[in-house]
């Protein structure tokens, strides 16, 4: 494939392809949700969907080491999977007021910041548990579908700032910020805050089935197609 410059880096010594497939996307998301564009700080409280999935887990381990309290979504099966990554709390992603459990945790108060890829229904409750005025909320899938909102909404409804990532284009459009991450992210594994992930393997021959497996939810972690 061809990538832009700014974009390769070495295989970590020691890593399998699988291991590193993580590293190039899911992780640089997840960093960059957290970091340069979600501004996140210790004592704050992030809502993290899909958290027993690839960028989920990243996500959990690096807000937990930056200071910060994690409220995960997942769906029952995975709970334990969240927990073990070191999630505070963890709701369930099905549930049909996620808002609600949301704020009872906080007290009424919202989240600091929430990484947003559940889109659908799960869109209008991430906005709903936003703190008003300084809340953040980074949108970066649509996992359920779109979710449309209107600039009513941010003045009458959520007042919090909406922020859009994809990866691709921070590593066109800033690749300096795309630098700053990636040099975060082998800092965050030489310390040991990351630790390869355990992909799945599957034969190509398989995508088909696993991507029906993704669309059902029932994955954990991140998923591999060998040649
Ligand atoms: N913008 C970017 O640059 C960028 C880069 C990488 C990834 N992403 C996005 O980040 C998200 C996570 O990626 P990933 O590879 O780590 O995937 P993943 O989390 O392993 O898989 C998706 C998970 O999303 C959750 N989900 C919530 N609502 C869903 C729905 N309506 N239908 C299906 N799944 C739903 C499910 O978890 P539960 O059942 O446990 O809730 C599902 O297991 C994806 O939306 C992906 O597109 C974006």
Known sequence: MVLPAAAALP?????????????????????????PLG?????????????AGAT?????????????TVIA????GKHETVLASGADHVLDSLDGDLAAEVLRLTGGAGVDLVLESAGGATFEASLSAAKPVTGRVVVYGMAGGEAPITNWDLVYRHQVHLIGLNIGTVIEAAPRIFGEVMGELSAL??????TP????VHDLADGSKVLAELEARATVGKLALRP
């Open 56 to 68: 989920g887990q990243a996500a959990v381990a690096m807000a937990k080491h930056y200071g910060a």
């Open 39 to 51: 501004r996140v700080a210790a004592r704050e409280t992030v809502l993290i969907h899909a958290a």
């Open 197 to 200: 992930a355990q992909p799945t």
């Open 189 to 194: 594994i030489a310390n040991g805050v990351l």
């Open 73 to 76: 979504t997942a769906s029952p």
């Open 11 to 35: 295989v970590p010594a020691g890593w399998t392809a699988e291991q590193a497939l993580g590293l190039v996307v899911n992780w640089p998301t997840a960093l960059a949700a957290l970091k």
